[in-house]
């Protein structure tokens, strides 16, 4: 049986000595008795105990000596992530898993003048930095009596995650193909899907509206349909939920079933939320929400406030970026059909008025004919009417040598009697 | 007109119209009617477009209420 004693406490015969393997632990090296043999028993009967304050400085001199002033790159998952964004730290726990357990698992913290990596990071990969993340960063390893091991984090490598949500984002993508080919296809770089193949309905004024409560989305999108310069009408049915978050993608998906479930009230759904650097991009890039947008029965406009990044979810629907624009793009969509109806009314117009002007023009034409044909106009011509008791006549054969002829000229009547009457060889002269 | 106008009912009626009316051979007794029609199909599309027609409007702010407070409870 074996103990040990310390230093400078006996200088024991017949005892194994152990040396101090680290130079800096010297003063608290121990001798290695063997405390079975007799005369061990009689020189160190009791084992010595030091105090925890020590052992933890031993701890805290062995870590520093071998990580003071390095730093290693990790990658692992995020949890328990605590952001206290006022004194800007933010505690969490870095974590390695082997299938469903986790086999490693270190406190991390990011101390104030590291916090702006976590901004940098959101702003930069549209996510929020929450659990079940996976990071890689840069740490240095520090141990604290009181606080125990952690690890520092002074920087995250921001193109590792923009590269893992690229990588997830691909197969998400891929996935929403290969599984749903009826309705989702790959056309040339775009996603044609069913509903953003739906036509739009000719006018759009029922609209279901899913946003979050009091939000800058809901007010933008509503502020815009209710002034536009048309004055054109619209009937908004608002279906409120959380929009961002980690069960976000499940809340929009509970509303889009409420919209279904009255789906003939409704011309069209647009799911908005207010932009902000601090927007949340992960939502928008699940499988199920997207798969559902793409397969939904009623057109959907996506105004979800992402500039420059196309979520999954926009790429099934119609994107519009912003709520404004998609407000904007109902009343354009609904001014098209006024203007259409505005030409067809111009075209009715113009015909009639065409149609009216012929027709008068016509009546004038006939009368004209009338005036001009009408004896009086004739007679002043230099014509005669020649009557036989008053009946006007057209036919020579009724008028025979000795009949009494009335010759009706302009202002007078010559009455007379036939005396010869032979054919007019001079008729073409006339 | 019929009670169930739509705006494509509405558009497509008119769009007949205009072109019956465009057709050379109208006869002028019948174009004083078809216009009326047409003026009739023109103003509904105008006045249902700013919710003068009120059908659309009333229909659906029952739906409104009803959905939306049950939304609220769901969302939160």
């Known amino acids: ?430 | 007109m019929p009670k169930e106008l739509t705006y494509n009912k509405a558009f497509s009626e008119l769009e007949k119209l205009v072109e019956q009316i465009e057709d050379d051979t109208i006869q002028l007794d019948t174009l004083a009617a078809k216009v009326k029609e047409a003026n009739e199909l023109i103003l509904y599309c105008e006045d249902k477009l700013r919710g003068i027609e009120n059908d659309v409007k009333s229909g659906s702010a029952k739906l409104t209420r009803g959905v939306s407070s049950k939304a609220k409870k769901k969302g939160k």
């Open chain 1, 1 to 430: 049986m074996w103990g040990y004693i310390k230093v400078g406490s006996c200088n024991p015969e017949g005892v194994e000595y152990r040396p101090p393997t680290n130079p800096i632990s010297a003063k608290l090296c121990y001798y290695k008795v063997n405390i079975s043999q007799p005369k061990s028993l009689y020189i160190c009967p009791m084992p010595q105990a030091i105090k925890l304050s020590e052992l933890a400085y031993e701890i805290q001199e062995t870590m520093e000596a071998r990580f003071e002033g390095e730093t290693f790159w990790v990658t692992a998952e995020i949890s328990d992530v605590k952001k206290y964004i006022s004194t800007r730290r933010c505690y969490l726990k870095l974590v390695e898993r082997d299938g469903n357990s986790t086999n490693t698992e270190l406190r991390a913290v990011f101390w104030a003048n590291y916090y702006n990596e976590i901004e940098l990071f959101e702003k930069k990969t549209k996510q929020n930095f929450a659990d079940g993340i996976e990071i890689t960063c840069e740490v240095k390893v520090r141990f604290h009596p009181k606080y125990g091991l952690n690890l520092d984090v002074i920087k995250i490598d921001v193109a590792y995650t923009l590269g893992t949500i690229e990588l997830e984002r691909q197969k998400t993508l891929e996935k929403l193909v290969q599984e749903n080919p009826k309705h989702i296809k790959l056309v040339e770089g775009n996603y044609i899907t069913y509903n953003n193949r739906l036509p739009l309905p000719i006018v759009i004024q029922r609209v279901a509206l899913i946003t979050a409560p009091n939000s800058d989305g809901q007010r933008d999108f509503k502020q815009e349909l209710e002034k536009n310069k048309h004055g054109y009408a619209f009937s908004v049915t608002e279906f409120l939920t959380q929009i961002q978050g980690d069960n976000a993608h499940q809340l929009i998906l509970e509303q889009l079933q409420l919209v279904y479930n009255n789906k003939e009230n409704f011309d069209m759904v647009a799911i908005v939320r207010g932009g902000g650097s601090q927007t949340d991009f992960k939502p928008f890039e699940d499988y199920e929400l997207a798969k559902t947008v793409a397969n939904f029965p009623i057109p959907i406009y996506t105004g979800i406030g992402h500039d420059r990044n196309t979520s999954i979810v926009d790429m099934m629907a119609r994107e519009h970026k912003t709520p404004t624009k998609v407000a904007a793009s109902i009343i354009e969509h609904n001014f098209e059909f006024e203007n259409s109806i505005i030409e067809l009314k111009e075209r009715l117009n113009q015909q009639v008025d065409y149609i009216l002007e012929n027709a008068k023009e016509n009546i004038q034409d006939l009368k004209r004919l009338v005036k001009l044909a009408s004896p009086a106009n004739i007679m002043k011509k230099g014509f005669a009417i020649i009557t036989i008791k008053d009946k006007i006549i057209i036919d020579p054969k009724n008028i025979q040598p000795h009949t009494e002829i009335d010759i009706l000229l302009q202002d007078q009547i010559i009455y007379t009697t036939v005396t010869k009457k032979e054919k007019n060889a001079q008729r073409t002269n006339l």
